[in-house]
């Protein structure tokens, strides 16, 4: 069974008296397909807001399964919080002059088969 990352974009409109004042996006790597051990990195690249202002989780939903929580980059800081069933397999990094977060898995198994998601940690 390969792993799917499929690609997504979170798109939230800021809207004060019917005008939009910002895009906030996080954008997401192009979809992969891997095979049980083998590596991968996905991004997500936010434009919009200042990276560093709020807190950027890592979700994924199994085929079938409720959304599962992996973990969350206290941005700016490099600081990452896990799921504890998730802390041993998955990483999660940044690039703060890119406005990039990433989670990397170093060994895929055929149980991370799932889409992933970014998403921002509402203020």
């Known amino acids: 069974m390969g792993f799917i990352i499929a690609q997504y974009c979170i798109l939230i409109l800021i809207l004060t008296q019917d005008t939009v004042h910002a895009q906030i996006r996080l954008d997401q790597s192009s979809a992969e397909v891997k095979k049980p051990g083998e590596a991968v990195k996905i991004s997500c690249k936010i434009s919009g807001y200042s990276m560093t ?3 950027l989780h890592w979700i994924r939903q199994k085929p079938g399964q409720a959304l599962e929580w992996i ?19 998955f990483i999660l990094t940044e690039d703060v002059s890119t406005s990039t ?3 990397e898995a170093k060994s895929l198994r055929a149980e991370d088969t799932a889409v992933y998601y970014c998403a921002r940690e509402a203020q």
């Open 53 to 55: 202002s709020n807190y």
């Open 71 to 89: 973990g969350r980059m206290d941005t700016g800081s490099n600081s990452a919080t896990y799921a504890d069933s998730m802390k041993d397999h």
């Open 101 to 103: 977060q990433f989670l």
